[in-house]
T-cell receptor, first 120, second 113 residues
Framework: DAGVIQSPRHEVTEMGQEVTLRCKPI?????LFWYRQTMMRGLELLIY????????DSGMPEDRFSAKMPNASFSTLKIQPSEPRDSAVYFC??????????????????FGPGTRLTVL | SQQGEEDPQALSIQEGENATMNCSYK?????LQWYRQNSGRGLVHLIL?????REKHSGRLRVTLDTSKKSSSLLITASRAADTASYFC?????????????FGRGTSLIVHP
């Protein structure tokens, strides 16, 4: 397996432009996560999908951010319009969530290489 | 708010020495995980320890979990220059019907050859 695939690896855009980040999770995994990492705020969970359904999107900063998972093998994170403060490394990760008493438990996550976004 | 917090923020040691990093958390968890991140790369999973386990080993790594103190430690024995990286703990945070993994700010480890 090629692991989690993200594209593009680097994106430089101007303020106000739309940015779309893409992720292909590992085949057979049922959970997908989008994270943002900055020096100031560390690693932040933006949204978590399970079986293609958004489970927790409380980390999505504002309405400018949206994420979709139309099928088990593809997800997008869109920022529209982008702002300089969105500059960060965005990671996608996938895992096989475990059913435990009380719900779904997190399990080993496999991270993609990340997309380094720079908004000028 | 952060669920897990690593301590120390930075650690600098000589090759061959042991490195110990700690993680404290606030609420009850289902499991706790440790990850490593090399500069400019994605995180790599190291160990998962469940709430009913107290210690786990993987090669030169040893993880302990004390649920009464809400803390975990990661010990790297006989460190190597290649162990230079940031190390993160991730704890489950209950959110609705799921446990959401939340990461701390990490410990930056430098191993001098």
């Amino acid at each position: 397996d090629a692991g989690v695939i993200q594209s593009p690896r680097h994106e430089v855009t101007e303020m106000g432009q739309e940015v779309t980040l893409r992720c292909k999770p590992i085949s057979g995994h049922n959970s997908l996560f989008w994270y943002r990492q900055t020096m100031m705020r560390g690693l932040e969970l933006l949204i978590y999908f399970n079986n293609n359904v958004p489970i927790d999107d409380s980390g999505m900063p504002e309405d400018r951010f949206s994420a979709k998972m139309p099928n088990a093998s593809f997800s997008t994170l869109k920022i529209q319009p982008s702002e300089p403060r969105d500059s960060a490394v965005y990671f996608c990760a996938s895992s096989l969530a475990l059913s435990v008493a009380g719900g779904l438990s997190s399990n080993e996550q496999f991270f993609g290489p990340g997309t380094r976004l720079t908004v000028l | 708010s952060q669920q897990g917090e690593e301590d120390p923020q930075a650690l600098s040691i000589q090759e061959g020495e042991n490195a110990t990093m700690n993680c404290s958390y606030k609420t009850s968890i289902n499991n706790l995980q440790w990850y490593r991140q090399n500069s400019g790369r994605g995180l790599v999973h190291l160990i998962l320890i469940r709430s009913n386990e107290r210690e786990k080993h993987s090669g030169r790594l040893r993880v302990t979990l004390d649920t009464s103190k809400k803390s975990s430690s990661l010990l790297i024995t006989a460190s190597r220059a290649a162990d230079t990286a940031s190390y993160f703990c991730a704890t489950d945070l209950r959110s609705g019907g799921s446990y959401i993994p939340t990461f701390g700010r990490g410990t930056s480890l430098i191993v001098h050859p």
